[in-house]
């Protein structure tokens, strides 16, 4: 991949995305990560990314500045939303919008998620795409859910000419016609939808929702890099631009009632502690709009029951077959607990405090097999257990997690780490390693016995440490977990993790 590749999905300038690329060693996924994350830490965006001031006396209508805020011009707006065809382009898979660049991948995830929704079960090579008319039926009744009531008409917005900022709202047709105002595959396809989607609803009423669970003072599609929250997924999705998609309420914190008119689900990989709410794990269809951390893809059962998951952004853009192992796609979602209830406890001798690292020598021969390679473990000693008084006592009745003995003092001859170091590492930024002949830890004098990491290989692991590194690895496992608890997967016949050459991005 080149440094090219990188620009098209980050959107930034040429020189930045080759640095970020040297910085990966020439690996994409660990540069997007790093753009990303980097981008996240110093909270500023990189220089290219500043929009220009909008000239003098320029205004937005209503809808376009709470879209993408009032300081823009029209001219200035992202181009990654305001290029994208609403078109099915993409060989790989005829149901699918393919995304031009970086930045609406939420939304259309969302949108790919309903066609599959409204189209026969996908059948590779023999589904063919959508026609207009079908496409005009399918978006109406996206627009149709966002009338506040049923006596309101679902409105369409008509460009004048190619700019943005110049349009007209008219009733949307319940027929399709070809002269252009219903016409959804040119550039402008996508602003077309989400503006007659905020003028249908109503600014201040969509204004209102996304206040219950985002801030209003951001416009919805923000950032540097251009992306919208669940806001203007669940817009597209329900009707409404309440963003929360957890089990329990942003105010209150009760949980939240399952709903049954929920057509399209969503999971992600941020259930940390808070699940989703159970309709969106349970929808009424097997469809499900996937989220990464940074991406959105689309989750979908297919023809025969085939579970199929599609990422329409280049450069990962393809089309992937998944084969359930270990699990079964009909088992029952998870129900979330009547309360909200902590899942963190404290801590206890010789659990995992952390995983330090894969052996080096292992990722080099197993870069994608990470269940081929030897884990370096800093276990948890006495002294973390003292100063960890602020989490919960694990309460009776909870399984307590994986424990392993600390064994004989390292081979002086070999490298060690010193775990009185290692535990300190965000404060002191000192990681403890030692150099072979070390009888004692070369920065705080402490004796390497008892003192020390250990080494296991993935099968020597309990399950919750191999949860965990499963995890780490495999955002697409991390993702699928929340829903199939503790599945493993297959892409094109190869078991993730477990064998070499399945990457799967989302």
Not at 135 to 154: G, M, N, P, Q, Y
Not at 335 to 353: F, I, K, L, N
Not at 476 to 496: F, H, P, S, Y
Request: charged share 20%; with cysteine.
């Amino acid at each position: 991949m080149s440094a090219s590749d990188l620009q098209a999905v980050i959107g930034t300038d040429l020189e930045t995305a080759q640095m970020y690329m040297e910085m990966s060693g020439g690996d994409l996924e660990t540069a997007v990560s790093l753009f990303f994350s980097m981008s996240a830490d110093t909270g500023a965006p990189p220089p290219s990314t500043a929009p220009p001031p909008p000239p003098s006396g320029c205004v937005l209508p209503l809808a376009l500045q709470f879209l993408f805020g009032a300081a823009l011009s029209s001219s200035a707006l992202p181009e990654s939303w305001t290029a994208q065809a609403l078109s099915f382009t993409d060989p790989r898979f005829s149901y699918g919008i393919a995304q031009d660049k970086n930045g609406p991948c939420g939304v259309l995830a969302a949108l790919n998620s309903i066609f599959v929704t409204k189209l026969s079960a996908y059948q590779p090579g023999v589904s063919a795409s959508p026609g207009p008319d079908v496409v005009h039926t399918i978006l109406r009744d996206v627009v149709l859910k966002c009338r506040k009531s049923a006596e309101d008409e679902a409105m369409l917005v008509v460009f004048e000419g190619d700019d943005v900022s110049k349009y007209s709202v008219v009733a949307f047709p319940e027929a399709y016609n070809a002269e252009g105002a219903c016409d959804f595959s040119s550039p402008l396809g996508l602003m077309k939808l989400l503006l007659s989607l905020v003028e249908t609803r109503g600014v201040e009423q969509v204004k209102a929702e996304s206040a219950t669970f985002g801030d209003t003072s951001q416009p919805m599609v923000s950032g540097p890099f251009s992306l919208c929250g669940t806001e203007l997924i669940n817009l597209i999705l329900l009707g409404s631009a309440d963003g929360n998609v957890a089990a329990y309420a942003s105010v209150g914190g009760g949980k939240v009632p399952a709903r049954e008119d929920v057509e399209v689900g969503i999971l992600t990989n941020e259930e940390e502690g808070v699940p989703v709410a159970d309709h969106f794990k349970a929808p009424k269809n097997n469809v499900w709009v996937v989220h990464g951390g940074d991406h959105f893809t689309m989750l979908f059962e297919g023809a025969g029951g085939s579970m199929f998951l599609y990422n329409g952004l280049q450069p990962n853009r393809a089309l992937h077959s998944l084969t359930m192992i270990a699990g079964d796609w009909g088992s029952p979602a998870p129900v979330a607990p009547a309360e909200h209830t902590p899942t963190q406890y404290r801590m206890e001798v010789g659990c995992v405090e952390s995983i330090v690292q894969a052996h080096p020598d292992d990722k080099k021969e197993n870069p994608t097999a990470w269940r081929r390679r030897r884990f370096e473990l800093c276990l948890v000693n006495e002294d973390m257990v003292r100063v960890d008084k602020a989490t919960a006592e694990r309460p009776e009745g909870v399984a307590k997690g994986d424990s392993y003995d600390l064994g004989a003092a390292p081979v002086v001859a070999s490298r060690w780490r010193c775990v009185s170091c290692y535990k300190d590492r965000f404060t002191t930024y000192c990681f403890g390693e030692n150099p072979p002949g070390n009888a004692v830890c070369k920065f705080c004098g402490t004796p390497a016995g008892g003192n020390h990491t250990i080494w296991r290989t993935y099968g020597e692991l309990g399950a919750g440490t191999k949860a965990r590194i499963d995890r780490g690895e495999s955002k697409l496992l991390q993702v699928l977990r929340t829903r199939w608890r503790g599945c493993d997967i297959a892409v094109g016949g190869k078991e993730i993790g477990s064998e070499e050459g399945v990457v799967v991005a989302i």
